[in-house]
């Protein structure tokens, strides 16, 4: 069998060359695997949870974390192995309180785009993913910098692109997390999308993202698409920052943290007043994955669960509220904005489980019945927080599709017989 190697510039490259029938297929089967480790069992389904191991960490130097991902799916076995900056724990920090930090404070919470973001070490996960055939016969090796990103802004777009209205998005974070997060926003629905309103520790560190957006081959047909669309840059910087903050998250559609922070980037009341809880949004955290870190304010993943949503329509089967989760053994152990909130596992929901849940309830919609109605109202025009700290059977399985992807379209590099 021959082997494929897949660069940075190569998965780049390919991730570029992808049509929205691709992305399109690529969510399909990634929703899929998705959804048999939440409702598989090993006897029915080899990407059940019950086969996917927990990562394993490892402290790899000064400021240095090593993550061990491995995963199986039905027709593969792969293991992924990053290495990125470790975030410190605040709390446990030593610095002088006199030490420079980009911080914004009202009079109830504190905003920061946290400094540990800013350190000379990266935060994006920089590795290797390997993936071998079902008698271990090594398929592929492909960089993970960049699939990374992508899969999981393919994982965060699932409930995204079925929503009803995405009018406006605010984005926290100009890395490669919120590259691909606005740029399959507007891959899924463009057309619809007017204002992306990217909020970010600096006016500098933001520029390579605008630049891309604004001059890239790759993003041309994006551009001239939708006439309509206007992209907007803020930071602390900004002498209107306090006001514009709460103007953004209050009008957004859809909010997408893309930040390893390790305080709320956003004032709680500016979404829990009752002016604030006026509209349904879409909230997707991806950028914290240890207990100490956190995007999102805790009173709004209590505010998410509570048993009786009056301003909106957070139902979900029989329950008052839930939050979205991508593995709930995984977040209950990892995800500080579901630790810090006092979650338990019955306020939480697999987005796995949650696809399946839909499904049924469109089939029965579509046959007559009425279906789940508060449950594809919540859905589509509720609040829904979605919380992922990533899982290897999403690198598995969009690594596995993008390699045949690369083949056919004669990318990377092919050995014959290894």
Wanted: aromatic residues 6%; neutral net charge.
């Amino acid at each position: 069998m021959p082997l494929s190697i897949l660069t940075d510039t190569d998965v780049r490259s390919l991730l570029h060359s992808l049509t929205r029938d691709d992305i399109f297929t690529l969510q399909h089967n990634l929703a899929e695997a998705l959804h048999d480790y939440s409702t598989g069992t090993q006897e029915t389904s080899a990407c059940c949870s019950a086969n996917q191991p927990q990562r394993i960490s490892m402290n790899s130097g000064p400021g240095q974390t090593t993550l061990f991902m491995p995963a199986r799916t039905g027709t593969t076995t792969g293991i992924k192995i990053v290495s990125l900056a470790s975030v410190p724990d605040p709390k446990a920090s030593t610095a002088s309180p006199n030490s420079s930090v980009t911080t914004l404070t009202s009079a109830a919470s504190t905003l920061s785009l946290n400094p540990s973001a800013t350190s000379a070490q990266s935060t994006t996960p920089r590795g290797c993913l390997t993936i071998l055939d079902k008698v271990g016969i090594p398929l592929c090796f492909i960089n993970a910098e960049e699939l990374t990103a992508f899969r999981t802004a393919l994982a965060s777009t699932i409930i995204f692109q079925r929503r009803s209205k995405v009018h406006s998005i605010t984005v926290f974070g100009a890395g490669k997390q919120a590259y691909w997060h606005i740029r399959l926003a507007l891959i899924l629905r463009g057309p619809e999308i007017h204002h992306i309103n990217i909020i970010n520790r600096s006016f500098t560190t933001t520029e390579p993202l605008m630049r891309e957006i604004y001059k890239s081959e790759d993003w041309e047909d994006l551009r001239n698409s939708n006439d309509k669309l206007r992209f907007s840059v803020m930071s602390p910087e900004y002498g209107e920052y306090t006001r514009l903050l709460k103007e953004h998250v209050r009008s957004a559609d859809a909010i997408f943290c893309c930040t390893p922070s390790t305080s709320p980037l956003f004032p709680a009341e500016h979404l829990t007043s009752s002016e604030g809880r006026k509209k349904g949004r879409y909230i997707s955290l991806i950028g914290s994955y240890k207990p100490h870190m956190v995007e999102l304010h805790p009173d709004l993943l209590r505010q998410a669960v509570e048993p009786d949503h009056k301003h909106h329509h957070h139902k979900h089967a029989d329950k008052g509220g839930v939050v979205v989760v991508d593995s709930l053994e995984a977040c209950l152990k990892e995800a500080g904005e579901v630790i810090q909130a006092g979650l338990t596992a019955q306020q939480l929901v697999e987005i796995g489980e949650l696809v399946m849940v839909r499904k049924a309830a469109m089939k029965e919609i579509e046959m007559g019945g009425e279906g789940e109605k508060g449950l594809k109202r919540w859905l589509d025009s509720g609040n829904v927080v979605y919380k992922s700290v990533g899982l290897g059977i999403m690198d598995l399985c969009v690594g596995e599709d993008l390699v045949f992807l690369a083949r056919d379209r004669g990318i990377g590099i092919t050995i014959d017989n290894f």
